[in-house]
Structures are given as C-alpha cells and as structure tokens.
Nanobody, 113 residues
Framework: QVQLVESGGGLVQAGGSLRLSCAASGKIFSIDAMGWYRQAPGKERDLVATIAGDGSTNYADSVKGRFTISRDNAKNTMYLQMNSLKPEDTAVYYC???????WGQGTQVTVSS
C-alpha cells in the first residue's frame, strides 16, 4: 500500500510560478516510477510528467520547457516546479505511484489571466 499527499497548489497570476510536492509513504522504492497528472473541469485526467527511478523524465508537450519534475528519494518526495504558468494550466494536480497505481487526493492550481 502506498499513500500520497500533494501540497503546494494555490492561486497565481499568469507568468508566475508554483512548486508542488508529493510526499509518499508505504511500500516505496527508489526505483519506482512516479508521475504528475492534472484534470481541468469537464476534462479527462491527463499526464503532465513522469520520472523514473534512474531520474529520466518525460513531459507532455504542453508543459515542456516550463515545468520540471524531480524527486528526493531520501525524503520519498516528488516535486513539480511550474514556471511561466498560463490560465490553461488551471486544474487539479494529482501525483501517482505507477507501480501500485495509487493516487493522491489532488491539489488545486488556479492561474488567473
């Protein structure tokens, strides 16, 4: 069983930055892949970025060059640094532990124009 808790969401103006955190507990291993997803109102939950145990990363085209995913295995914590935020980035952001398919409860990010 894996538990995930996101934090760091909030309201920010367009062009601003936020950093999301995802604290993991339970059966977590440093080799486990994890990811960030987001869901805007009335839309499906979409992949934002993933990070493998070796640190390799993958990003959705819409966030490439603006968002950075990272992890601190010693703290069992994953991060999402979001820069140059746009109103279309507004969504609930979820972290996911891929092996167990566990989700966090989500954190709201709202970007005003």
């Amino acid at each position: 069983q894996v538990q995930l808790v996101e934090s760091g969401g909030g309201l920010v103006q367009a062009g601003g930055s936020l950093r999301l955190s995802c604290a993991a507990s339970g059966k977590i291993f440093s080799i486990d892949a994890m990811g960030w997803y987001r869901q805007a109102p009335g839309k499906e939950r979409d992949l934002v970025a993933t990070i493998a145990g070796d640190g390799s990363t993958n990003y959705a085209d819409s966030v490439k060059g603006r968002f950075t995913i990272s992890r601190d295995n010693a703290k069992n914590t994953m991060y999402l640094q979001m820069n140059s935020l746009k109103p279309e980035d507004t969504a609930v952001y979820y972290c996911r532990h891929l092996r167990s398919r566990s989700w966090g409860q989500g954190t709201q990010v709202t970007v005003s124009s």
